[in-house]
């Protein structure tokens, strides 16, 4: 959207040869995108952010002009921040006997704490993303000092992403080893990974990310082939 409106003209006085014209311009910048994870939670990123330009114009009586101009981007001055991660509500362990009901317990605990760790890193990400959106409406609008502010926040989200994975994958172990020590294998054939997939792939198809946009940073990860779900817990 972009509009413009010539907002002041006048001479300096009566006997002026150059006159200055004042005109605004605005426009806006939308980004919008929806995506879900593993464990079903679902988020929705709709951003709109505005700009401004306002070029004041002297023309002289010989005709030449001189422009001034001045920029703002509204909405890109706000460090994004996480969300706060929701606990999970998981199954209880009452049903179980007692040797069942020590693992369980103890696998519980451990589940509940993974699930809060992968919720809170796809915040980072989601905080990540949005700081995307304003970097990229800041510098639609020529905002120098928005652009750079987004730069800073992405940053410091970025080594928030990096502990918060570093923390997934601490856990991750964690149930990886109980599991193994229970002589439970978690593994998927290439089948079942070829539909794992497919399903990916639908819900990102509304975005418009195309397995063609994903193969140079994840194509060994679109190959079908059979997966150890235990050892993905710890290299999330």
């Not at 952010?49 to 920029?71: A, D, H, I, K, P």
């Not at 696998?107 to 304003?134: C, E, P, Y």
């Not at 497919?198 to 940073?217: G, M």
Request: hydrophobic share 45%; charged share 20%.
């Amino acid at each position: 959207m972009l509009a413009a409106t010539v907002l002041l003209a006048f001479a300096a006085s009566a006997t002026a040869t150059t006159r200055t014209y004042t005109a605004q311009h605005s426009g806006s910048y939308s980004l919008k995108s929806e995506s879900s994870d593993g464990l079903g939670d679902f988020s929705k990123l709709n951003q709109t952010f505005t700009w401004t330009e306002r070029v004041y114009t002297e023309v002289t009586s010989s005709g030449r002009m001189t422009s001034t101009r001045t920029l703002k981007a509204q909405g890109t001055l706000t460090a994004a921040r996480p969300a706060a991660a929701r606990a999970a509500k998981l199954p209880s362990c009452t049903r179980y006997g007692t040797t069942s009901l020590r693992f369980c317990r103890a696998l519980r605990a451990d589940d509940a704490l993974l699930v809060l760790a992968a919720r809170h890193t796809a915040a980072v990400a989601k905080a990540l993303q949005t700081t995307v959106g304003r970097a990229t409406g800041a510098q639609a609008a020529g905002d120098r000092s928005a652009m750079a502010l987004q730069a800073a926040t992405a940053k410091r989200l970025s080594a928030q992403f990096r502990r918060a994975l570093h923390d997934q994958a601490t856990i991750g172990r964690r149930i990886a080893t109980r599991l193994r020590a229970a002589n439970l294998r978690l593994r998927l054939t290439t089948e079942q990974s070829a539909t794992a997939i497919q399903i990916l792939l639908a819900r990102l198809a509304p975005d418009a990310i195309t397995a063609t946009e994903l193969a140079p940073v994840a194509a060994s990860a679109l190959r079908p082939s059979p997966v150890d779900l235990l050892e993905r817990l710890a290299h999330p």
